[in-house]
């Protein structure tokens, strides 16, 4: 058995053509698990391979737009190509704002979607099945489990936004963290503890910094996202074998250079381990094998 951890976007807020929205696919032999659906998400799953109604699920790990923006269509084309399984997208997330999303996702739609059904001879409709949990800064919550994968919850800091949460994968082959969007912070380390491959936000906080002077919003934006080189330094002492960098501030399109300060920020603060600057795309597979892994679009470094 092999699982895959697939980086379906990297994207962050603002519209780069090369990332989807943030997103990534976690894939067993019988399991296709989502964790958040940006801009776009739809497609790249398609480019694996993975159509809607395929996905057992869709974890949600907070209520941010760029995370959000591409559930319509996955809820959508899911009941358009539902053929092959009508059962409506299951979405779990922690309480919160996500209820009201859900309740009215499809509100927008109805006079489409009435029209579909009548010329498709459907009965069934799209909407999502919505599954919420109180997600907790001090314990892990199971979340999903389905024979031998199962789903854990840990509450992150991303304030503003509260709940946000990051989700811990456990399969055959080993153990997968997302972190969904949070500082670096004691949670998700000892999220962490015993993790094969964690997937990781990251913010090169000095660098942005340099030009909040003449963009001071951007000081805001610093305190809620993970410092690169406190991220280096807390994967160093936790031990990560293989950490993927994600939800990329700057965009590596932001200049030539910037995957090799991305690299040079973890690497000075510490940490030794497999490092990839994941594109979409980027593709890891478990159980890790021993050689230097490399991917078709993303760098381990
Ligand atoms: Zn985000
Ligand atoms: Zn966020």
């Given amino acids: 058995m092999t699982t895959t951890v697939v980086i379906t976007g990297t994207g962050v807020p603002q519209v780069d053509p090369t990332c989807a929205g943030a997103g990534v696919l ?39 737009s760029d995370h959000l923006l591409g559930v319509t269509d996955l809820v959508i084309s899911r009941w358009i190509e539902g053929r092959i399984n009508p059962a409506p997208l299951p979405i779990v997330a922690p309480s919160g704002p996500i209820e009201a999303f859900v309740e009215h996702l499809m509100q927008p739609w109805q006079a489409d979607l009435e029209l579909r059904a009548g010329h498709l001879e459907r009965n069934d409709r799209a909407n999502p099945v919505l599954s919420t949990f109180e997600a907790t800064h001090d314990n892990d919550t199971e979340v999903w489990s389905d024979g031998d994968v199962r789903v854990l919850a840990r509450r992150v800091h991303h304030e503003p936004v509260d709940p946000a949460v990051a989700y811990r994968v ?30 990781h936000e990251a913010f090169r906080k000095d660098l942005v910094l340099e030009f909040a002077a003449h963009l001071p919003h951007l000081r805001h934006v610093a305190e809620y996202h993970a410092d690169t080189k406190q991220l280096g330094a807390m994967a160093a002492e936790v031990g990560i074998p293989t950490l993927v960098l994600t939800h990329l501030i700057p965009a590596l399109s932001a200049s030539p250079d910037m995957e090799a300060g991305f690299v040079d920020d973890l690497r000075s603060a510490g940490y030794q381990g497999e490092l990839v600057i994941a594109r979409d795309l980027t593709t890891v597979e478990l159980p890790r094998r021993t050689s230097a892994t490399t991917t078709p679009q993303g760098a381990a470094t």
């Fill in 26 to 64: 976690v894939r067993t032999e019988n399991h296709h698990l989502q964790f958040d659906a940006g801009r776009a998400t739809a497609m790249r799953l398609a480019e694996v391979g993975v159509r809607p109604p395929m996905l057992d699920a869709l974890f949600v790990t907070h209520h941010h």
């Fill in 170 to 199: 456990e399969t055959p082959d080993g153990v997968v963290v997302i972190s969904g969007d949070t500082i670096v912070c004691d949670e998700v380390a000892e999220f962490c503890a015993g993790a094969d491959v964690v997937v």
